[in-house]
């Protein structure tokens, strides 16, 4: 409400925060090239022990449960990109893990949440009927593409830097509304009750909400869970904007409904890999552990943390990986020179 | 404080949440025990020497290559579960299964819509874990 009554001052504030992620891009940028030559030679050792990659996954993983929960962007949305664009694994068993590690972090937070009614089942079944659907045919294209053609890997390299460049968007522009004033409900909302209250701290009282628009949801509901199915991603950061701004679910409705989501769109995909083969223990495991022990630490990190500079720094990343990854897709269909 | 603030919470949210945090864990201690004691080299089935070999390539050619096995179900690691790496995957299958098992414990207390709405939800689950035996789906 302050930044509105001051445009000048949002103008200039949103004109450095460009220019502050442009150049947090390039360094990103030239970080991951660096990296990524690394990763090339080591590649190429033939003496390297098997445990190298598992180790330095378990390295990354850690870092990224660390950044994510200062950061607010999940887990899966960092890992499938960077590792694709980084790591010599196949494009099936990233996505694979990707789909683990999201489940398994929404799973461990998902009932503290319902318990406290923040993440609410009455909201969630709803809007899962539809995304679970297309959850689990994201997950079959997805593998049918790899698998199918024999430039298949490459396709999905470069849809996903597209879908990262998409994500960079929606998370740079998309506002959050804490209490999101609901003044009209919907027959079908209302029918079937998607409502709940929670404690809130900060108010020392008890919140009550009601979610709206449930039919004006259910098309991104659709494609978030196709996206999640084919990519192996969270896909948090599409449900909560659709859930907050359209749904009108107060904020902390939103990020914790939005876990409970995660849980069923993403073990439903789950199932589609696991039957293809597309989960490694040598790489699930390490990931796993890693990103457990990291996002214990960094949920502590995050009460000090400053977490717009991450923030950003996430976003810088996660534009930076799918540049890369979109490179990739396009050297390897050889329309530009393969130079990853 | 929050304790003296009752909200009102449908028995069907908690259930849902009791149920996920016990299989959880359950789940959990398998994936991780037996993932670890193949990474020490306990009762191994894929050699990890070999799946470095092969992890660059496409989970299907993977295990051709690997195993000699086409993978299109769940035969290729509940076949040889007393290995630790195939027990580590159907550790993966058990935490998969989590919000399944939750939202069984959800249907006995849910009421009206809800039921008929998780019963969905139980459906199409039930399809993503059998699709491999409804439905071929191409590239195997």
Same mark, same amino acid.
């Given at each position: 409400m302050k930044e509105a009554n001051n445009p000048k001052k949002t103008k200039l504030k949103t004109t450095l925060r460009v220019i502050g992620v442009i150049l947090l891009v390039c360094l990103a940028i030239a970080e991951l090239a660096w990296a990524k030559n690394v990763a090339s030679s080591s590649e190429l050792a033939? !003496?390297?022990?098997?445990w190298m990659w598992p180790a330095i996954l378990f390295v990354f993983t850690f870092t990224i449960g660390l950044i994510a929960p200062v950061s607010g962007v999940g887990g899966g949305v960092l890992f499938v990109p960077i590792t694709t664009a980084f790591?010599?694994?196949?494009v099936d068993f990233i996505r694979g893990t990707g789909l683990v590690m999201a489940m398994c972090s929404a799973i461990s937070s998902t009932p503290t949440l319902a318990k406290k009614g923040l993440a609410s089942l009455k909201v969630m079944a709803p809007v899962v009927v539809v995304s679970m659907a297309f959850s689990i045919i994201g997950g079959i294209v997805g593998l049918w593409i790899t698998n199918a053609f024999p430039s298949g890997k490459y396709y999905i390299d470069i849809a996903l830097g597209i879908i990262l460049w998409f994500i960079f968007y929606v998370m740079l522009t998309s506002k959050k509304v804490e209490f999101p004033e609901v003044t009209h409900i919907d027959n079908f909302s209302r029918k079937l009750e998607m409502k709940g209250e929670w404690y809130e701290p900060n108010l020392g009282e008890v919140v009550e909400y009601h979610t709206t628009r449930f039919f004006a949801g259910l098309p991104t509901f659709a494609f978030v869970g196709f996206i999640a199915g084919m990519? !192996?991603? !969270?896909a948090g950061w599409a449900n909560v904007p659709v859930l907050n701004l359209?749904? !009108?679910?107060p904020i902390k409705v939103a990020t914790s409904t939005s876990m409970m989501i995660i849980t069923l769109n993403d073990a439903a995909a789950a199932w589609v890999y696991l039957s293809k083969g597309a989960m490694l223990p040598l790489i699930v495991v390490p990931s796993v552990v890693g990103i457990s022990i990291g996002a214990r630490i960094g949920a502590k990190l995050a009460v000090k943390a400053k977490p717009k500079v991450v923030r950003y720094l996430v976003m810088a990343i996660m534009l930076g990986a799918g540049i890369l990854d979109v490179i990739k897709g396009l050297g390897g269909l050889h329309i530009i020179p393969k130079i990853l | 404080m929050a304790e003296e603030y009752k909200i009102q919470n449908p028995e069907m949210n908690v259930a849902f949440a009791n149920t996920m945090n016990i299989a959880f864990y359950i789940s959990l201690v398998v994936l991780l025990g037996a993932g670890f004691a193949y990474l020490f080299?306990?009762?191994?089935?894929?050699?990890p020497i070999h799946v470095a070999k092969y992890w660059g390539q496409s989970a299907s050619y993977f295990w051709l290559h690997e195993k000699g096995l086409a993978p299109n179900? $769940?035969? $290729?690691f509940l076949h040889h579960i007393h290995y630790m790496d195939c027990l580590s995957i159907f550790g993966i299958a058990c935490v998969a299964m989590v919000p399944f098992i939750s939202l069984i414990a959800a249907f006995f207390k849910a009421d009206g819509a809800y039921k008929f709405i998780i019963l969905i939800l139980m459906a199409e689950f039930l399809f993503a874990i059998f699709k491999p035996y409804i439905m071929h789906v191409a590239g195997e």
């Open positions: 033939k !003496g390297d022990p098997w790591f010599p694994f196949s990519f !192996g991603l !969270g359209i749904m !009108g679910a | 080299g306990i009762h191994q089935f894929t050699d179900g $769940y035969g $290729y």
